[in-house]
T-cell receptor
Framework: DTAVSQTPKYLVTQMGNDKSIKCEQN?????MYWYKQDSKKFLKIMFS???????INETVPNRFSPKSPDKAHLNLHINSLELGDSAVYFC????????????FGEGSRLTVL | GQQLNQSPQSMFIQEGEDVSMNCTSS?????WLWYKQDPGEGPVLLIA?????ELTSNGRLTAQFGITRKDSFLNISASIPSDVGIYFC???????????FGAGTRLTVKP
């Protein structure tokens, strides 16, 4: 069973469209994250949720809206997609007190044309 | 935010050679971690370090948490082709979910 699963794995869409990426973890973790990895492989934190509450919200455009219906799910919705949004988006989870021991999903590669 | 400076950016080595990479910061971290990312996959935790001066091994991998809490290194001994990938250092402040990653070291191992 996949511990942290993201869907879709690949997403190709036109500029201006709205899209969502879903993430689910079956590890019983209480903290979940979204990271963005650009073409140079740099990993940048976007959001962090702890027990469905937003903990970290980096300087991400408000076109990006995370939603956590329960502590096992953290979805990412992106409005009005732009070319610069093209990247690989990683979901990750951890126990709150595990001090950095993140479990990552396989990533969702978003290409905006 | 806290910046992590990771070096080298890339390494091309022969199978069997040892590898060393490091990470420095102007900020003090209470946890240092090393992750590896294979192509098409998410990063996977290799080693976590929780105390200044701590030296920890995981098979052929050895990592140390610097005494100043501002740096860490990772060594890989006797490299093999499956060591290929991108290695990331990461730092975490105490009681903080905000983990910062270095820019990564891309390792290529020639058989």
């Amino acid at each position: 069973d996949t511990a942290v699963s993201q869907t879709p794995k690949y997403l190709v869409t036109q500029m201006g469209n709205d899209k969502s990426i879903k993430c689910e973890q079956n590890l019983g973790h209480d903290t979940m994250y979204w990271y963005k990895q650009d073409s140079k492989k740099f990993l940048k934190i976007m959001f962090s949720y702890n027990n469905k509450e937003l903990i970290i919200n980096e300087t991400v455009p408000n076109r990006f809206s995370p939603k956590s219906p329960d502590k096992a799910h953290l979805n990412l919705h992106i409005n009005s997609l732009e070319l610069g949004d093209s990247a690989v988006y990683f979901c990750a989870s951890q126990y709150q007190d595990s001090r950095g021991e993140l479990f990552f999903g396989e990533g969702s590669r978003l290409t905006v044309l | 935010g806290q910046q992590l400076n990771q070096s080298p950016q890339s390494m091309f080595i022969q199978e069997g050679e040892d590898v060393s990479m490091n990470c420095t910061s102007s900020s003090i971290f209470n946890t240092w971690l090393w992750y590896k990312q294979d192509p098409g996959e998410g990063p996977v935790l290799l080693i976590a370090l929780y105390k200044a001066g701590e030296l920890t091994s995981n098979g052929r991998l050895t990592a140390q948490f610097g005494i100043t809490r501002k740096d860490s290194f990772l060594n890989i001994s006797a490299s093999i082709p499956s060591d290929v990938g991108i290695y990331f250092c990461a730092g975490l402040l105490y009681n903080n979910n905000d983990m910062r990653f270095g820019a990564g070291t891309r390792l290529t191992v020639k058989p």
